[in-house]
């Protein structure tokens, strides 16, 4: 019989590095420490001396709650420009 494949239940939580959040999320260096800074986004966990990651279901969460938010807004009407 094969053995499985690890899962996140059964090796814990997955930690994304910092260059894996901004993959994941689109946003630039300074604006995801910002956002940290100003508790907009999920905190850091401290993994060395010099070394942080994100919890993966936590920055899932924070993109999920985005695109709720999303959907949420009223939609505005774009403007055509006329051609002229």
Same mark, same amino acid.
């Given at each position: 019989?094969?053995?499985?494949?690890?899962?996140?239940?059964?090796?814990? /939580?997955?930690?994304?590095?910092?260059?894996?959040?901004?993959?994941?999320?689109?946003? /630039?260096?300074?604006s995801l420490y910002?956002?940290?800074?100003?508790?907009?986004? /999920?905190?850091p966990v401290p993994l060395a001396?010099?070394?942080?990651?994100?919890?993966?279901?936590?920055?899932?969460?924070?993109?999920?709650?985005?695109?709720?938010? %999303?959907?949420?807004? /009223?939609?505005?009407?774009?403007?055509? %420009?006329?051609?002229?």
């Amino acid at each position: 019989m094969p053995a499985e494949a690890p899962t996140a239940s059964t090796t814990g /939580p997955t930690i994304l590095r910092v260059r894996q959040v901004i993959a994941r999320t689109g946003l /630039p260096l300074s604006s995801l420490y910002q956002m940290v800074h100003d508790g907009e986004f /999920p905190k850091p966990v401290p993994l060395a001396r010099r070394s942080v990651g994100w919890v993966l279901s936590e920055v899932d969460s924070w993109i999920a709650q985005r695109i709720a938010s %999303r959907e949420a807004e /009223p939609r505005r009407q774009l403007r055509r %420009r006329r051609a002229q």
